[in-house]
Every structure is written in C-alpha cells, then in structure tokens.
T-cell receptor, first 113, second 111 residues
C-alpha cells in the first residue's frame, strides 16, 4: 500500500499567490483530514471529510482557505491569497473510521515570502 | 486552558532508562486516546492506542485514568532510536467528533 500521498513536498511562493496542496488518501479510507503544524501552535486540525463530504471546517483559519474532495481518492487545500503567516507544514491524513488510527502523509512544507 | 496538555520537555535520558510521559485532557466527552510518535521533519505515526484497561506493546505501556482525565506512556529500556516527539491524541465526541493533538513531549536518549 502506497500510504497517503501528498504533493508538492515543498512549496515556496510569494505573498498574494495562490497555493494548492494535494492529497491522495489510502484507498478504502472514508475519512480525510487536513492539518497544519507550526512551532507556535503545534498540530491543528483544519477540516475533515467523510465520504467526500466536509463535516467540520471550524479549524479553517479564514476565508482565504478552502478545501475540496471531488472524489474518494483526491482532495485539495487551497490558500488564496497566501500570506507569510501561512508558512507551516500541512499534513493530510486518512482513516477507516472516525475514531480509528489516522495515517499521515509526508506533509507539504509551505514557505510564503 | 488547553484541551490536551503535555509537558513539552525535553526529556534527556541515558540509554536503558525508564521514562514516563503524562497527558491531561479537559473534556469529559473524550472517547478515544492514542500516542503518536513524530521524528524530526517527518509525519506523525501511530505508536499505540490507549485502552481503558491499559495496554502494553513491547517496551511501551500506555494507561488511561478517566477519573483524573489523563493518559500516560511508559518507555522501558530506552533506545537511541526512541528519540522523538511523542504526541498525545484525544478524540472528543460531542455529537460531532473532534481530534485534538497535544503539543508533544520531546525525548532525547543519549548513549
């Protein structure tokens, strides 16, 4: 099994640019999670999906952030426009069920200049 | 008060030592508990789930105390490869589910 796949692994962009992060969950997993990790705030849940439907987006910091899951094997997290304070590692994770083990992707390291 | 709190450490211990981490949670609706391990510049990975009766996996023992609302992780006979950050994870069921990660406890095992 390939595990959770994320792309790109690294992204450097300038303030104001649009950033799109991509995730392919483990096949058969019904839940997909997007997290953000920074030194200051630790690991924060941004949003999660169940069967492609967003369930809780209360962690999304503001309207500049949006996430979609058009099908069971693909999700995107978009930041438009990006700001330097968005610099962080963004992880995608998936699980079979809500209370089950979450398997994380390798993360996308985002730097907004 | 944070919903999940951990001692950030770092814990510096020699090889072979026994080390224990605690994690407290504030929401009584907390339902599931886990310990994850995160190596430097890597993703978090499940170390072990935490069951009400306590559970052991080799050198690792996890315990849950619902009355006092804390979970613990005990590592015996520490190895250099145990050096990592250990994250406490709590899933809260309040109608909807919410996953909360602790800030992590850093462990350094020295030769």
């Amino acid at each position: 099994d390939a595990g959770v796949i994320q792309s790109p692994r690294h992204e450097v962009t300038e303030m104001g640019q649009e950033v799109t992060l991509r995730c392919k969950p483990i096949s058969g997993h019904d839940y997909l999670f997007w997290y953000r990790q920074t030194m200051m705030r630790g690991l924060e849940l941004l949003i999660y999906f169940n069967n492609n439907v967003p369930i809780d987006d209360s962690g999304m910091p503001e309207d500049r952030f949006s996430a979609k899951m058009p099908n069971a094997s693909f999700s995107t997290l978009k930041i438009q426009p990006s700001e330097p304070r968005d610099s962080a590692v963004y992880f995608c994770a998936s699980s079979l069920d809500r209370g089950e083990t979450q398997y994380f992707g390798p993360g996308t390291r985002l730097l907004v200049l | 008060r944070k919903e999940v709190e951990q001692d950030p450490g770092p814990f510096n211990v020699p090889e072979g030592a026994t080390v224990a981490f605690n994690c407290t949670y504030s929401n009584s609706a907390s339902q599931s508990f886990f310990w994850y391990r995160q190596d430097c510049r890597k993703e978090p990975k499940l170390l072990m789930s935490v069951y009400s009766s306590g559970n052991e996996d080799g050198r690792f023992t996890a315990q849950l105390n619902r009355a006092s609302q804390y979970i613990s992780l005990l590592i015996r006979d520490s190895k250099l490869s145990d050096s990592a950050t250990y994250l406490c994870v709590v899933i809260i069921n309040t109608g909807g589910f919410k996953t909360i990660f602790g800030a992590g406890t850093r462990l350094f095992v020295k030769a």
